[in-house]
């Protein structure tokens, strides 16, 4: 059972978080029109799997449209090779509720995303905000990396 420190922990990086989820509009590119990779993606994506055990696609486009993208941009080298094959959640709605990932724990689990209209208002606590990646898609510095900044890093096994 969490308690209420557990949750707050999240932004100190105590917390052991197991699964981040990830928007891909607006959040890792343009939009599934124009597909314009945010500078900074690939080191980012890379950065995700060595620090999480498990990272999910947590989008509003359709899995296959989102496997084809991904696999452009892995053709590009964009992403890493494995970004076509990542876990996609089935959800439905308009908010994207934690719970739609399965057996994911939901008090270990967050959200990387730019809309704050998708987000479970109980589950605030448990969303990385993004800055909406848009038109004409130039942003000064890496904004990725700073989102890095605020994901927490888990303790290695062993680590105190
Ligand atoms: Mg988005």
């Known amino acids: 059972m969490a308690s209420r420190e557990e949750a707050r922990a999240v932004d100190d990086g105590t917390r052991h978080i197991e699964v ?9 590119i343009s939009n599934a029109v124009s597909q314009i990779p945010r500078r900074g993606l690939h080191e ?9 055990p498990r990272v999910v696609m947590f989008t509003t486009v359709p899995e296959a449209r989102f496997r084809a993208i991904a696999r452009a ?3 590009e080298g964009a ?4 970004f076509p094959d990542l876990e996609y959640v089935h959800w439905h709605g308009a908010i994207k509720d934690l ?13 990387v995303d730019d809309c704050g209209d998708v987000i479970q208002p109980a589950q605030t606590e448990q969303w990385i905000s993004v800055p909406l990646f848009e038109h004409p898609y130039e942003e000064p510095g890496y904004v990725l990396e700073e989102v890095l900044t605020r ?7 062993g680590e105190k």
């Open 44 to 52: 980012f994506l890379v950065e995700c799997v060595e620090r999480f």
């Open 151 to 157: 994901l927490p890093r888990p303790k290695r096994r």
């Open 20 to 28: 981040l989820a990830l928007d891909l509009e607006g959040t890792l």
């Open 73 to 75: 941009l892995a053709g």
């Open 79 to 82: 992403v890493p090779e494995w």
């Open 99 to 111: 719970r739609f990932i399965t057996d994911a724990p939901l008090e270990r689990t967050i959200l």
